[in-house]
């Protein structure tokens, strides 16, 4: 869109993350569960992940990325526009997460709400918060991939325990007139899927109560081999579409930033994009699935390494409950 003739995108200009200090390795989850350090390594790639404690809810980690957002920038909270919190494991049903951290980094002036798309969260959400700076209508919106999985996991369902993780990332959108910023974007959902992924009581179908909490339905479940499949399927679908679409290829690429949730999915999506390991981002063996997470933690750590300079192509992708999916292929700026 076009402001007295002028062309804007939305550029990133700071990334954060936040990971809890508890570190639980596969050993201690052995413990727990009937389970292995070497099956969990072979079938997922991950060898530990980052607890939140117990007393502390998802906006903790989401209210310290925002905060360090603003001290990289060096701008004051009233000069952003908007935040969105992509989430799953929100404080409360409601008010939004969102309105947490507004309130918490003095943001008096500003508008926030939470987006639920599970992994796929962070992509919908910035994809999201860009619309509004091409628009015009705002300068500078925060969005954040914050979720605490411990919360929502059932410690005697050895197939979905091991695979999760919590943690928090974020990125800064501001308005750019140069060519950094969102190039494209593809986002997608089929919700006939819902049975492979989610999580039934708490919501007005079941909501809270002896029986459901008697039943375990509080807890997050998913048909593991039926999600792989698709996973795999669909997070290299999507990002090579992006790329066509756009006259590109895998060389063409910088890094590829995917959703964090098994070794061997990643794997399969940059093979099919012919990408090298040096231009895929990866950290799920020390992370594990963050969920709405993993994207922006896996790019703020790839920005603090040195790995992304001005120009580059970065593609992000994820995968997740809804089922959701989509991808987001940005100019990298300063």
Known sequence: MTEEGKKFRAAITATAHFLPDKVITNAD??????????????????????????????????IA???????????????????????????????ATAC???????????????????CSGFVFAVATGAQFIESGAHRRVMVIGADKMS??????????????G???GGVLLERGEDEAGLIDFELYADGAAVECLHIKGGGSLYP???????????????EGRTVFRF???????????????????????????????NKRIID??????????????????????????TIPIALAEAADQGRLERGDLVLMTGVGGGLTWGSTLFRWGD
């Open 29 to 62: 989850l052995e413990r727990l569960v009937d389970t292995s350090d070497g099956w969990i390594r072979s079938r997922t790639g991950i060898s530990e992940r980052r607890f939140l404690p117990e007393d502390e809810p998802t906006s903790t980690m989401a």
């Open 65 to 95: 990325v925002a905060q360090e957002l603003l001290a990289r920038r060096e701008i004051d909270p009233d000069d952003i526009d908007l935040i969105i919190v992509a989430t799953i494991t929100p404080d409360m049903i409601f008010p």
């Open 100 to 118: 947490l951290v507004q309130h918490a980094i003095g943001a008096s002036g500003v508008w926030a709400y939470d987006l639920s798309a599970a």
């Open 151 to 164: 919360s929502i996991l059932d410690f005697e369902d050895r197939t979905t325990c091991v695979l999760f």
């Open 166 to 168: 919590d943690g928090a």
């Open 208 to 222: 809270p109560s002896h029986e459901t909490v008697d039943q375990r339905m509080h807890y997050i479940r998913q």
């Open 231 to 261: 996973a795999v399927e669909k997070m290299a679908e999507v990002s090579a579409s992006l790329l066509e679409r756009n006259g590109l290829t895998g060389a063409d690429l910088k890094l590829f930033v995917p959703h964090q949730a």
């Open 268 to 293: 399969a999506a940059a093979q099919r994009m012919d990408l090298p390991p040096e231009k895929v981002m990866m950290n799920i063996d020390r992370y594990a699935n963050t969920t709405a997470a």
